[in-house]
């Protein structure tokens, strides 16, 4: 953007929010940094630095993309009104039909605007960052190459006189442009609406086939207003209510739901862990697999077993087949917390984590399908936008359930100029959903607590007020059915667990006992008489006898051959050998047991005993499972902590109080070394240095730059600026014919030369 000429006794725009940066107290800094994070992660090296950075139009526009819509608007505004000796609030308020102080000493706040209420001007990146037509506005027509005597009408009563004269045609035309966009676009044919306004000087033809509306033609069709309303409040349409206790009772429902599925996952990766694939994630096979024992869709599997990898419980475990997603020892400790725990815990790693799992599914920009659990799926904008959009949803009255339309037209208010998808906004709320964290489309109570920062236990016992009371009975069936008539309690879930099926939940729990389910309960160390013992404990009514004969019949044929575990073996032709090796006490911890005189089962891998024999001096081959014979490579690795969802520890954020202390100290450093060298006329100030050089890049001139070099040595050269942008100017060296760039803290000196001889 080209430098604006200085007005008389007016300082340079670069100038101007230098001085107003440096003017600040410690309060008002501190106070930018934290509605600016950018500007102090890497923390800047001096006021100077961080003056520099501010300005730059990449800390611009991140800054645009933090502000509510009418902040933006008066942002547009200002740039639109600006003038030499600034804009008032007062001119703003008349251009915008309201009252826009608060929105204008925002501005000034974070550094985006310069002066006060009574002559603020936009600082010189705002402009760049906005865009060509803010407020939906084109260019003025002193940027066009036009004759201002062929009587542009700019004014009402001028262009009223035009129009007086229109056919309908163009008069609809003007009023699709009024607002904006201003271009229209056309065919070589110009339609005979355009050609009238084109004659009329109501428009200008920038291109063979493009057309725009001049900025002050604009604003005489808008009646001097900049836009049609300034809307102060975000949108908050009528929505439908739920009772308090249907809101509660399906947060509770729906909450119990997902902690089971997540177990589900958790018990069937235990006994059957899936590959991971080479980007990491999991195959599409492995999630219809989850996703046919949830009896959910694809999109539900992946978002339970990202909710697993969220909360650390899954992990890559490497073995002599290769990688495998299973659960991490941490993921037992989680499964023997109580419900409400394990919920408080969820939601919080939910909330916090920067995974996607509605991305699973979808292409990347190159056709690449994306699968869950898949690094690809983090992005650093996902929890803050889950935290934006709850607290849209709490903007509306308590147990208001709001469709997601209307919470992304509230979300987009609020980060005007980077508002997310409609879709990402419905897949949010849909998580919450399956999350309980809304009930019925309302916001739970606990969610409230959640977002307002309170800890796991404080979730967790606001939880566990709305949960039903827990039921220690069932009513076991002829059939072989049984009935919960609630919500069971941990030991009576735990005994159902391991001996029935589950048919269907909801108010009651309908569970089946059949041969398998019976089979599995023996298998996990109950004898058939303690089965019985402890199933009548728990019935209501007299165990039916068809599930007796099933218990009793069931147990005679268990156990009647015997399965080991071993995940290695050891034979050999020579049973003395093999002798020698279980006496051999080094090799204890591989777990040995003879089986056959010439067969000795392990409990380790088959790696680790090869590399256990060979470190006691033996060599041992190593055979597949075919017989035939694998070259020995290097042990696998088992993975001991999980990585899914964990995100990989960033740099300590430093306090932004001792970024402060530490910009001054560099300022005071800085000051010093200019005074050393005061005796040296062609050093300037680095505020200074950064507008000449931004005037150079404009305007085409040539400059010496004295720079830092590698050595610490100071030199000079002849460049011509191309771009200042981000703390970091590029230039052509002229005496090198290259291009090079530097640093904004490496510059010591700015002197402009004119331009370059031919």
Do not use: C
């Not at 001085?19 to 600016?36: T, V």
């Not at 960052?129 to 506005?137: D, F, Q, S």
């Not at 990585?643 to 306090?655: D, E, I, L, N």
């Amino acid at each position: 953007m080209t430098t604006r000429p200085n007005a008389a006794g007016q300082p340079a725009d670069g100038d101007a929010l230098a001085a107003a940066l440096r003017g600040w107290d410690d309060a008002r800094l501190l106070n930018l940094l934290s509605e600016r994070p950018d500007l102090a992660s890497p923390a800047p090296s001096s006021v100077t630095a961080m003056i520099t950075r501010a300005g730059s139009r990449a800390s611009v526009s991140r800054a645009l993309a933090h502000l509510d819509a009418p902040t933006l608007t008066v942002a547009e505004a200002l740039v639109v009104a600006d003038e030499p000796a600034g804009v008032s609030v007062a001119r703003l308020a008349a251009l915008l039909g309201t009252d826009v102080t608060g929105y204008l000493q925002r501005l000034l706040d974070v550094a985006l605007a310069t002066g006060d209420l009574d002559g603020a001007r936009p600082v010189p990146a705002l402009a760049e960052a906005i865009g060509p037509h803010p407020l939906g506005l084109g260019p003025s027509l002193s940027d066009l190459p036009v004759n201002l005597a062929d009587g542009w009408p700019t004014t009402n009563r001028a262009l009223a006189a035009v129009l007086a004269k229109a056919p309908p045609g163009p008069v609809r035309m003007l009023e699709a442009l009024t607002w904006g966009p201003p271009l229209g676009t056309v065919t070589n044919d110009i339609p005979p609406a355009a050609r009238w306004l084109l004659d009329a000087h109501v428009l200008y033809r920038i291109a063979p086939t493009q057309l725009v509306l001049p900025r002050e033609v604009a604003l005489a069709a808008r009646g001097g207003r900049l836009v049609r309303e300034l809307r102060t409040e975000p949108p908050l349409p009528e929505a439908t209510s739920r009772p308090p206790a249907t809101v509660a009772a399906e947060t509770v429902r729906v909450a119990e739901e997902a902690m089971h599925a997540v177990g589900l996952v958790l018990d069937a990766w235990t006994k059957d862990p899936p590959a991971v694939l080479r980007s990491g994630g999991l195959g599409v096979r492995d999630l219809r697999q989850v996703a046919s024992a949830l009896e959910a869709t694809s999109a539900r599997a992946a978002f339970v077993v990202e909710l697993a990898g969220m909360l650390g419980l899954l992990g890559h475990f490497h073995d002599v087949d290769g990688s495998v997603w299973a659960p991490v020892a941490e993921a037992e400790d989680w499964r023997e917390e109580p419900m409400p725990a394990r919920w408080a815990r969820t939601v919080r790693a939910w909330l916090d984590s920067p995974r996607t799992p509605w991305l699973a599914g979808s292409r990347t920009d190159k056709g690449v399908l994306r699968s869950a659990l898949e690094p690809d799926l983090e992005r650093a904008w996902a929890s803050p936008l889950r935290r934006r959009v709850l607290e849209s949803v709490r903007a509306w009255p308590e147990h208001a359930v709001p469709d997601a339309a209307a919470v992304h037209a509230h979300v987009a208010w609020h980060t005007a100029r980077a508002a997310p998808p409609l879709s990402a906004v419905q897949a949010i709320l849909d998580e919450a959903a399956t999350l309980g964290l809304t009930g019925a489309g309302a916001l739970g109570e606990s969610t409230r607590l959640l977002l307002d920062g309170a800890g796991e236990s404080e979730l967790a016992t606001a939880f566990a007020l709305d949960l039903p009371p827990s039921v220690d009975e069932i009513f076991v069936q002829g059939d072989l059915s049984g009935i919960v008539p609630g919500r069971p309690s941990a030991t009576l879930a735990a005994l159902l667990a391991a001996s029935a099926d589950v048919e269907s939940r909801g108010a009651a729990l309908t569970v089946r006992f059949t041969a398998t389910s019976i089979r599995q309960a023996l298998d996990s160390g109950l004898t058939a008489q303690a089965l019985l013992d402890r199933l009548r404990e728990v019935s209501r009514t007299p165990l039916p006898q068809p599930l007796e004969y099933l218990i009793a019949d069931t147990a005679r044929t268990h156990g009647q051959v015997r399965v080991g575990s071993a995940r290695a073996f050891l034979r050999s032709e020579d049973a003395r050998a093999l002798t020698a090796v279980l006496a051999d006490a080094r090799l204890a911890h591989l777990g040995l047991r003879l089986i056959a005189p010439t067969v000795l089962a392990a409990q380790a891998s088959a790696h680790d005993v090869a590399d256990a024999l060979r470190a006691a001096g033996g060599a041992p081959l190593l055979e597949g499972a075919d017989g035939e014979l694998l070259v020995l490579s290097s042990r696998a690795v088992r993975a001991a902590r999980p990585v899914a969802g964990s995100a990989t520890p960033g740099p300590t954020a430093v306090p932004l109080a001792e970024v402060v202390a530490g910009m001054h100290a560099g300022e005071e450093r800085a000051r010093r070394l200019l005074t050393e060298r005061a005796a040296q006329p062609d050093l300037t100030d680095p505020g200074r240095s950064v507008d000449l050089l931004r005037a150079a890049a404009a305007h085409g001139t040539d400059v010496d730059l004295v720079m830092a070099g590698p050595s610490g040595r100071t030199e000079r050269r002849r460049v011509r600026p191309v771009s200042v942008d981000g703390g970091r100017v590029r230039v052509r060296d002229l005496s090198r014919d290259s291009e090079i760039t530097v640093a904004v803290h490496r510059i010591a000196a700015v002197r402009p030369v004119g331009p370059a001889p031919n």
